[in-house]
């Protein structure tokens, strides 16, 4: 499982969204949306942040804890 977080710079949710992530032991890539105009165009990303899975758009802007842990305990 391919698993990215896609966010602006300015972006105050990414560091949550980071450490949510690093809690339930899912390892991600974090990419910049100013340094990456080709993935803001392919998934039509206008907020921040974005989590990708497998290429397709998971989560626009913060999913709670709750919601990320059901979604990566029942294998996506």
Known sequence: ??????????CTHRVNLEHE????GVAYELLFAEDNPDLV????I?????LVVDD?????????EQVLR?????GT
């Open 70 to 74: 059901d979604y990566f305990s029942h």
């Open 41 to 44: 165009v392919r998934h039509q």
């Open 56 to 64: 397709q758009i998971a989560f626009r802007g913060q999913p709670t």
């Open 1 to 10: 499982m391919k698993v990215q977080i896609i966010a602006t710079r300015q």
């Open 46 to 50: 206008r907020h921040s942040p974005n």
């Open 21 to 24: 992530l690093n809690d339930l």
